[in-house]
């Protein structure tokens, strides 16, 4: 009998044991330094009338000009080559042949909002049956100058412009998109010619742009499958002696590991073609469960807690990876690739408070060490000059079925106590959190957590 009931109690004492070590453990090392925060909440547009103040708020670094002239929120006839520079047969010399109005505006409200504009230089995708902008130049050496002309205007003041020194200039966009299956032949989208024309389009075009402004950042082309197209495209420019100060990548995707695995690939990639110093961009990025649904959950799911908990998990992920920039696509309104706000009325969604958080963390600028020993639990923590630490925590499952809270442990260095808790999930957006050792994490969730070193 004495027998069983220590077999018993040992039992029960193991399980004990074992439960506690189920509970997750999310710990912060702020002595060990990882180098700067990267900027993770850079993304694609910039601010409308009814999302300027909101948009100021969440800091963002980069808004890279793409798809701008889809949206009515800008005007419209803005920013693509063809609708500044609309009569292909115009003097490229000339002022009179540009049409910057709209452009402007949407510039000079990413100013106003603390951001810097992004340019990319060439068309936005073209859905529709009537094709205009995305055709092959007649003549790269004319397109080249015209982009010459743009960048005169925003960075020298030509034709009654500024000086709003734009450091990057991107050319072109997803040209290798329909390349597969020859759709470039019959329905294009991005370029309506082969990859061996827009390899000599960017050669020519990088090489005046940057004879004409050496300091200028000169890359692209924002791949769609840079795996498959990036390496001839690479030797090309390596065999041309062309400038490609940054390389820009697209990836959409369910995984936050997978899109980590690819931004380790492409920079093995630039590294073994001998391109060391070329920055990695990630410059389109989203939830994307598959390109074929017709339930279209992930148009449905993108604003949703799951949405905005894959955008936190994807910027703590990649913040150690060897990517430079990410480019959340899309803070253009009123589309289904934008998390932040609802159409028309412009309330906030959780997305924008994933976005909102990482501000936050950014603002402190240092990344130290953070991590968590269970899957679907994603971090990063950074110290201010004055030592203290945000940790922002986001719990990500690509499975809907898990449903279950889930407690955590915050396992910090003697002296150190949590001192706020700001939360978005199920039961509310950006919620106050009396402060623990704890914290609980509903299923997509994003936590972003205050610390200090001081006694409780």
């Known amino acids: 009998m004495k027998i069983f009931r220590y077999c018993v109690l040992l039992s029960l004492s193991l399980l004990a044991g074992w439960a506690l070590r189920a509970q997750p453990v999310v710990s912060v090392d702020p002595s060990a330094v990882q180098g700067p925060v990267k900027p993770m909440n850079a993304a694609n547009n910039g601010p409308t009338d009814m999302t300027m103040d909101s948009y100021k708020a969440l800091r963002i670094p980069f808004a890279r000009t793409h798809d701008t002239s889809l949206g009515v929120d800008y005007g419209g006839h ?10 292909w047969n115009a003097n490229v010399h000339s002022p009179k042949s540009y049409d910057f109005t709209n452009s402007d505006v949407v510039l000079l409200n990413m100013l106003k909002a603390g ?15 009537k094709k205009y902008g995305i055709y092959p130049p007649k003549d790269y050496k004319k397109w080249a100058k015209i982009c010459e002309h743009i960048i005169r205007h925003y960075n020298e003041g030509w034709a009654d412009g500024f000086e709003m020194d734009i450091e990057y200039w991107e050319i072109w966009n997803e040209p290798d998109l329909d390349q597969t299956n020859d759709r470039w032949k019959t329905d294009p989208r991005t370029w309506a010619g082969t990859m ?3 390899n000599e389009l960017y050669a020519v075009t990088a090489k005046h742009l940057k004879k004409r402004f050496p300091k200028l950042k000169i890359g692209g082309p924002a791949f769609a499958d840079p795996r498959k197209y990036g390496p001839g495209f690479l030797d090309y420019v390596k065999m041309k002696n062309a400038p490609l100060d940054f390389f820009s990548h697209h990836m959409y995707h369910r995984k936050p590991e997978r899109i980590a695995e690819d931004a380790r690939i492409i920079r093995d990639i630039l590294d073994a073609k001998g391109f060391e110093k070329t920055e990695s961009i990630l410059d389109e990025w989203n939830y994307n469960r598959s390109w074929d649904e017709p339930d279209q959950y992930s148009r449905r799911m993108r604003p949703t807690l799951k949405g905005a908990a894959f955008t936190g998990a994807v910027m703590c992920a990649c913040q150690r990876e ?3 920039m990410l480019m959340y696509y ?16 412009y309330d906030l ?3 924008y408070w994933t976005l ?12 130290v060490a953070s991590g968590c020993d269970t899957n679907n639990i994603y971090t990063c923590a950074a110290k201010s000059k004055d030592g203290k630490v945000r940790l922002l925590v986001a719990r990500y499952h690509e499975d809907d079925s898990c449903t279950d809270p889930c407690e955590i442990t915050l396992a910090l260095p003697d002296g150190w106590r949590v001192t706020e808790v ?10 106050r959190l009396a402060p623990s050792g704890s914290i609980t994490l509903a299923s997509n969730s994003i936590a972003l957590v205050e610390i200090e070193n001081g006694q409780y």
């Open 78 to 87: 803005c920013i693509d080559i063809n609708q500044v520079f609309p009569d």
């Open 115 to 129: 951001t810097k504009p992004f340019y990319r230089l060439g068309q936005s995708i073209e859905h529709q049956k």
């Open 196 to 198: 061996e024309q827009f």
């Open 322 to 324: 060897p990517v430079d």
């Open 330 to 345: 899309d803070l253009r309104p009123n589309t289904t690739w934008c998390g932040p706000w609802t159409p028309v009325i």
């Open 349 to 351: 969604r959780p997305t």
């Open 356 to 367: 909102y958080y990482w501000a936050e963390l950014a603002d402190y600028g240092t990344q």
């Open 422 to 431: 700001r939360m978005t999930d199920s039961r509310g957006m950006d919620r």
